[in-house]
DNA sequence: TAACGCTGTGTAATAATATAACATATTTAA
DNA sequence: TTAAATATGTTATATTATTACACAGCGTTA
């Protein structure tokens, strides 16, 4: 929480958008929706969500090219991060499963890598898709 | 083996250069290296990626925006996908867990989704980078 | 208080990634 | 042997992301 006071001005305006929506936001998309509040370029986007992904108030979707917020506040270091998309509606939920976070941090390879971060997504059709 | 026999002139100049490198390629690098076998254009190539990313011959690191070839015959079909990435050298291996590959399999949520497909990224640092 | 490092801002230009639209050719299958 | 499906070639354009440069605000510290 104390970390949300100290955001600037346009991390601030662009975390807002992306909470207020529950479905990731594309950049390009932010920026034509904040350029009433002065943010005018790509760049000033970029760097807002550059620092809110790195403190993990927001998380980018790398299939979509897209940013949604984070609820969960346990995930504040967006170190393991799991997604369900439907391929169809497009529809995309945070997925948090003790068993699976357990697993996937517990796992090591034969190659001697040292993991500090990992991403998951899951493709499928949602409920309503089927 | 029978898809190799199946794949148009472009799509294997294209797939002969991803199995030339152990590391993943990205789509303009490989636009220049087939100039020389005259093709030109972007399409060209993203038509041939699109293709092979299809039936499983190569791999698409989302969060690199690059194509690495799959050299284990038994995930032809992309559908379940594991790569180690080093986030300093840049290196990347696809794992093959068998464990790792049944749980997620069987990974349920509890929203009812319907999953055919996953992609796992997993990011640290190498042994030769630690 | 001045000098400095650090973080953030603003702006313009450009790079890198990916697709749309259209015309044509080749392969496959009924 | 026609029709459908798949692949090609080309131009233009859309989308996503970064480089480069100038400057502002703030806390530390010499
Ligand atoms: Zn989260
Ligand atoms: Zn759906
Ligand atoms: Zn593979
Ligand atoms: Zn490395």
Do not use: W
Not at 21 to 40: E, M, R, T
């Amino acid at each position: 929480m104390q970390k949300q006071e100290t955001l600037s001005k346009n991390q601030k305006i662009i975390l807002d958008l992306i909470e207020k929506s529950d479905q990731p936001l594309k950049a390009y998309s932010i920026l034509f929706d904040v350029k009433k509040k002065g943010i005018n370029a790509p760049l000033q986007v970029y760097r807002a969500l550059d620092k809110l992904v790195e403190i993990g108030k927001i998380h980018k979707i790398e299939s979509r090219n897209a940013f949604i917020a984070c609820k969960n506040s346990k995930c504040q270091i967006a170190k393991a991060t799991v997604f369900s998309i439907c391929e169809s509606c497009e529809d995309v939920t945070e997925i948090h499963d003790h068993k699976l976070s357990e697993h996937l941090r517990n796992f090591k390879d034969n190659k001697g890598m040292k993991y500090n971060k990992y991403n998951l997504e899951f493709f499928g059709l949602c409920k309503k898709c089927i």
